[in-house]
């Protein structure tokens, strides 16, 4: 998918632009706490239907204004100006935002996760590896839910029936309902295991195309792991979660199935966690989030994710820099967001690359087209 026009209207910092993007690489150069990344969002916003940084959506519109737009016009492929999608998002205070595709609203936002498909490299993407396992978990629950609708509805039953059953545990008097448990247990267990088959499916399709990234932007110094960790691998699920249902009611919450479902990351055999230097760690986020762009490219017939890599050259030495921006400057990748506080990182670069390029500059909400 290209994203050939995006328009924005007191969104955070930025008051108004309209941007006409390169089928292939749009740079974003400013000092840091300008706006770059607050564009990129804005392009996240109309793949996810929310801020990848803010929760809450009126946080999103800009200070002292009553509301905010962003408008996109996206067609199939860099050749194809004929089939266009017209994607559009309107947010008031106070009022339930308006998501449109083609003009006409959508009943539930759901319906449009997966029409854009996109992948976002942020600095926040260490915590995959120094954060608690619900980061890991959103990882995988990102990436499916994009190309499998049903793997949301499993998992919006999933915790339902979790929350169910937690509400449960922590009631004392009466001492909950046996039976009641057993329902929502079932419930938890049927869900839970479809979720855990997909998760499966996806890590063990996502692990070679992982090393073989963290290979390339490595230069094959060092050797990495990926494992995916899960209750259902000690059978089924139901009877795991009931075995230790006497522990549960002690500690007043659900301590076994999928929401407790982990990927361990490994440098030479040890946790990465705590072998991995800065750089190294920062590599590791990059790779695994190349192959999830890889992963969805192979999983989507239909069309080509669009690739945001928001301020990811700190910390990494030259070469791997170097590494990475001719790695997704090939063939395999599209269209391209890059956010930089230094032009310099770039220009040689994608000069030497002769590909179709563009650069902006950002200050303080501005944005502005500049000579190549």
């Not at 055999?269 to 992963?295: C, D, V, W």
Request: glycine content about 6%.
């Amino acid at each position: 998918m290209i994203l050939r026009k995006l328009s924005i209207l007191n969104y955070k910092n930025i008051r108004e632009a309209t941007l006409m993007l390169s089928p292939k690489i749009n740079c974003f150069i400013g000092h840091n706490g300008v706006g770059k990344t607050n564009v990129l969002d804005a392009v996240y916003y109309l793949s996810f239907c929310r801020s990848a940084s803010n929760p809450i959506d009126s946080q999103v519109i800009r200070h002292e204004e009553p509301f905010c737009m962003i408008e996109g016009q996206y067609s199939e492929d860099s050749q194809d100006y004929e089939s266009s999608e017209l994607i559009s998002c309107g947010i008031k205070r106070g009022v339930k935002k308006h998501f449109k595709r083609n003009k006409k609203e959508y009943k539930r936002l759901s319906e449009h996760i997966g029409l854009i498909p996109l992948v976002v490299v942020a600095p926040a993407d260490t915590l995959l590896i120094e954060g608690g396992s619900e980061e890991r978990r959103r990882l995988m629950d990102m990436v499916i839910s994009q190309y499998d609708r049903s793997y949301i509805d499993a998992l919006s039953r999933y915790n339902n029936a979790l929350l169910q059953r937690n509400t449960l545990l922590k009631q004392e008097d009466p001492a909950p309902d046996p039976m009641l448990l057993q329902i929502w247990e079932e419930q938890m267990a049927e869900s839970g295991e479809e979720i855990y088959r997909k998760r499966d499916a996806f890590v063990k399709e996502l692990v070679p195309l992982f090393r073989r990234f963290y290979d390339q932007i490595s230069s094959e110094r060092e050797v990495v792991g990926l494992e995916y960790l899960s209750h259902c691998q000690r059978g089924s699920l139901l009877e795991v979660i009931q075995r230790d249902r006497h522990k549960d009611l002690a500690v007043g919450y659900s301590l076994h199935g999928i929401h407790r479902d982990d990927l361990i990351f490994t440098l030479g055999g040890h946790p990465m966690k705590r072998e991995g230097s800065q750089g190294q760690n920062k590599t590791y986020a990059i790779a695994l989030k190349l192959a999830q762009f890889g992963f969805l490219k192979r999983t989507s017939s239909k069309t080509t994710p669009l690739l945001l890599l928001d301020d990811i050259f700190d910390k990494l030495d030259a070469e791997r820099v170097e590494q990475i921006v001719r790695l997704v400057s090939g063939d395999a990748f599209g269209q391209i967001f890059i956010t930089d506080t230094n032009r310099d990182h770039l220009d040689q670069i994608l000069r030497e690359s002769a590909l179709d390029y563009k650069i902006f500059d950002v200050d303080n909400g501005e944005i502005i087209e500049k000579d190549v």
